[in-house]
């Protein structure tokens, strides 16, 4: 499953095209319910959505795995775009910058990444801070080398390096 191995019903009635029936997806995910492929949990992380979990992560690879690679990419993006929507406050930057690098829209996984950088920082969490700062640091390259228009990060290069300095100053301290 392109989500992970944790996901919601929201956010999967809202990727069905238009014209789905929400409620073929209710039945859907009661039967993989009763087969014992997926558990609901008891709370969800989304307020008023259900969350369900895989109940094997290597089928939950199976299931991403047959998925071809071109449709998965737009699936990535699609699913960053309705979990910003769907989950807005509630899904991790971290999360949501999978998705959209994944989804080959690198602008918004630099911009969830440097958010969540931006906010380890300020809560002192510079292990956390530090880890960001180096995928931020890894994407960059990645999109530099995929794209030669420099003027798109200038923005978040600035970011990144002001958050490099901010943590640096910190773990001096």
Known sequence: MVFGTVFWDSPIQALQSSG????QTEIILQELRVRGIIH??????IPDCVEYRFASELFARVCYDSIPSRKRVTLHS???NVLEKVGKGF???LTLARHWELGGVFGNALDSLLEFSQE????YSLNEASFTLEEI????SKKQEESGNRRATRRQRYL???NKACLTRLQGE
């Open 120 to 123: 380890s920082i300020l809560c």
């Open 160 to 162: 990144f390096h002001k």
């Open 137 to 140: 640091e890894r994407i960059l």
């Open 40 to 45: 609901q949990h008891e709370s969800s992380s």
């Open 91 to 93: 899904i991790s930057p």
């Open 20 to 23: 789905g029936d929400p409620y």
């Open 78 to 80: 699609d699913i960053a």
